[in-house]
């Protein structure tokens, strides 16, 4: 009758820990999936392909405006790098890096780059692991963009300033429809960096 027993209560312990066993796997699944998509997300860095980098035309009306080559290059990066990320920690923080060499301090500042890399980081983050999307940012929003083309016309008065129409994709985190997107702006270099951007519409 003893020996009984204790066969009854070794089976219950071992029943029991198979329990507590599979208890914690179940808890551990889920920590590990949100893990690995984060990092899977964080690795992923959008790269501009040769046929992007000579999408930006650059037109003059007048034929006397000219327009060296540096200035061609970093007006068609700027543009680029500006409307192209991925919703990744990498992404955001590679664009506004690569924003900051690209433009003056107080261009940089002007367009609020710093502040909207904070929230887009904070945001992004905050998706990948709780699938729910902040608001709290005001005017930013959870979508990922990517250059298309963008059609540059320097100014006739003014040196080393363009009218541009930026066309551009943009796919918001929660419905996954991309969207066509125009921006027409101003710009200005100074000493081969981007020094105002005047945005005038975004449609």
Do not use: C, H
């Amino acid at each position: 009758m003893k020996k009984k027993s204790l066969i009854i209560v070794a089976i219950l312990l071992v029943l029991a820990l198979i329990g507590v066993f599979a208890f914690l796997q179940a808890r551990k699944q889920p920590t590990e999936r949100v893990s690995k998509e984060y990092i899977t997300n964080q690795s992923t860095q959008p790269k501009v392909s040769t046929s992007e980098s000579s999408s930006s035309t650059f037109s003059s009306k007048e034929a006397k405006v000219e327009v060296t080559s540096e200035t061609k290059a970093l007006v068609s990066q700027f543009l680029m790098t500006d409307v192209t990320y991925d919703l990744t920690v990498k992404s955001i923080l590679a664009r506004s890096e690569t924003l900051s060499k690209l433009m003056t301090k107080e261009a940089y500042e002007q367009m609020k780059i710093q502040s909207t890399t904070e929230s887009l980081v904070a945001m992004t983050n905050k998706w990948l692991t709780t699938k729910q999307v902040d608001t709290s940012s005001g005017d930013v929003q959870l979508v990922s963009q990517k250059y298309q083309s963008a059609n540059v016309t320097p100014s006739a008065q003014e040196p080393n300033r363009f009218y541009v129409e930026l066309n551009y994709d943009e796919t918001p985190v929660t419905t996954k429809e991309t969207q066509s997107k125009t921006q027409l702006l101003w710009l200005s270099v100074t000493d081969n960096k981007v020094s105002d951007v005047e945005i005038i519409t975004t449609k």
